[in-house]
């Protein structure tokens, strides 16, 4: 059974330096929670322009899912690719480029909405690029930030990061949608791709030198093959993927493109849909802020118990809901959805070794998004096949079951959390096969339980 390792203490500031953040938040945290506020502000609010955007060049809800799954094909094609170049090259080096690429293309999004020369073909491909870009950013952002904190506090931290990054959604969706309606999507593009640039500055400045460097050689598919026996050898880690890869697929369709079509048609247009989104934000924040307090002994399964209320929003928008009811159906969504967020992170720090985290961080990506291009795709010919109603009702069921069948694996009941640190091991290089220890199994329940969990990727 391979030892969990915890990443190395990552540098922080000074001893002479005056605090004025906690004594956990390095230098590395500090600038990871700063940018990815600045793009969660842009993003949420770009998510509500682009579907407008489609729907005011003449679009229907079938071009809509198309230029959403534009976005994630891609993304889909390159993570694994992703992965294993961020175990390889420092980390924040790829995330700057991919920040440069998500800049370059809103920026162009922008530019062809705010001209009235968007057509279908041009959202489709600067989206494909959007999503190239993050790609090759999330498993390069997920393993730094998993090893910019210890053990002893990586729970609370990774719940203060998701705190900002979801409170910056709650002001970016809502602010979004109102200048939708005020202004139009276009500039609600151009302010994502300012966002996109100011967080890639600030990201250029992150430190790796408390991170090993990796020995050369061994090659892509040997760097991907290691990955894939440590996510294949813990089925905490794949069976909660499986899940996601479902429910990820069924929820994109639901709030990417059924949830506009319901807003303009029911709701009052992009003004509500972004009130609502933006009740999801706050409900992440809540729940955020109930993980620094709250550490539960099984992790994985008080955080998928949170994840079955994923089934309201589906249902409220089928039903159609009022504005009020959809609204609290979201905070309550993201307070318990956030459970199971600060949970997963807690429990990939916990149990993988740093000098893989971003491949396995790949190889969750890869299968909690890769039925998602399919879903959204297929979204507007379902809601001719079975009527928007009965599509949203079998996305809410299609959540409840997935969910149901993972509490059956029995590390995701049994899981508990550390309190104390692991010791760690040596990054092999990569050409060098794993030895009969080395097996990535699950580790048995240790005495002190603490462990978290993930959503809204």
């Known amino acids: 059974m391979q030892t969990p390792a915890t990443p190395p203490t990552p540098p922080g500031p000074p001893p002479s330096s005056p605090r004025r953040r906690p004594a956990w938040a390095g230098r590395n945290y500090t600038l990871l929670t700063g940018a990815a506020f600045i793009t969660n502000l842009g993003s949420n609010g770009a998510l509500i322009a ?53 800049c370059v293309s809103q920026g162009l999004f922008a530019v062809v909405v705010l001209t009235g020369r968007a057509e279908l073909w041009h959202m489709m491909l600067l989206s494909a690029l959007g999503g190239t870009g993050q790609a090759f950013f999330s498993p390069a952002a997920e393993g ?12 609370r931290a990774f719940a203060m990061f998701r705190m900002a990054m979801h409170g910056a959604a709650l002001g970016g969706a809502a ?63 794949w069976s909660v993927v499986v899940q996601f890869s479902i429910a990820n697929a069924v929820v994109a369709a639901a709030d990417g493109v059924y949830g506009p079509l319901v807003a303009r048609d029911h709701l009052g247009g992009a003004g509500p849909w ?48 009022s504005i009020g009811v959809l609204c609290a159906v ?74 149901a069948l993972v ?9 508990r959390r550390r309190t104390k640190p692991v010791t760690t091991s040596k990054p092999p290089a990569p050409h060098t096969p794993p030895t009969p220890t080395e097996a990535p199994t699950a580790p048995p329940p240790s005495p002190d339980p603490e462990r978290p969990l993930r959503r809204n990727r």
Not at 202 to 215: K, N, T
Not at 407 to 415: D, H, I, K, N, Q
């Open 175 to 237: 602010l979004g949608g109102a200048m939708v309606a005020a202004l139009g999507p276009g500039w609600v593009l151009a302010a994502d791709a300012v966002a996109f640039a100011l967080a890639g500055a600030l990201r250029w400045f992150l430190d790796v030198s408390h991170i090993p460097a990796r020995e050369p050689g061994g090659g892509l598919l040997s760097d991907l093959r290691e990955g894939w026996q440590e996510f294949s050898g813990r089925p905490w880690l």
């Open 407 to 415: 509490l059956c694996v029995p590390e995701v009941r049994t899981l």
């Open 50 to 102: 682009a579907a407008f955007a489609v729907l005011e060049a003449g679009g229907d809800g079938g071009d809509v899912g198309l230029v959403a799954a534009a976005r994630t094909l891609p993304l889909v094609l390159f993570l694994l690719i992703g992965g294993a170049l961020a175990d390889r090259l420092p980390r924040h080096r790829v995330m700057v480029a991919a920040n440069a690429l998500n």
């Open 144 to 155: 730094m930030l998993l090893s910019s904190v210890t053990a002893e506090h990586a729970s």
């Open 330 to 403: 979201m905070f309550l969504t993201g307070v318990t959805l956030e459970i199971f967020g600060v949970s997963w992170m807690t429990a990939l720090h916990q149990e993988i070794p740093e000098h893989k985290l971003s491949r396995v961080a790949a190889y969750d990506w890869f299968g909690s998004v890769s039925l998602v291009p399919l879903a959204t795709a297929l979204a507007g010919p379902a809601e001719s096949a079975f009527g928007r109603t009965g599509a949203l009702w079998g996305c809410a069921v299609l959540v409840i079951v997935v969910t």
């Open 274 to 321: 972004g009130l609502a989104l933006g009740f999801f934000g706050a409900g992440t924040v809540a729940g955020a802020l109930l993980m620094t307090r709250w550490k539960p002994r099984r992790l994985l399964l008080a955080g998928t118990l949170g994840v079955f209320p994923l089934a309201l929003p589906a249902a409220a928008l089928a039903v159609p809901a």
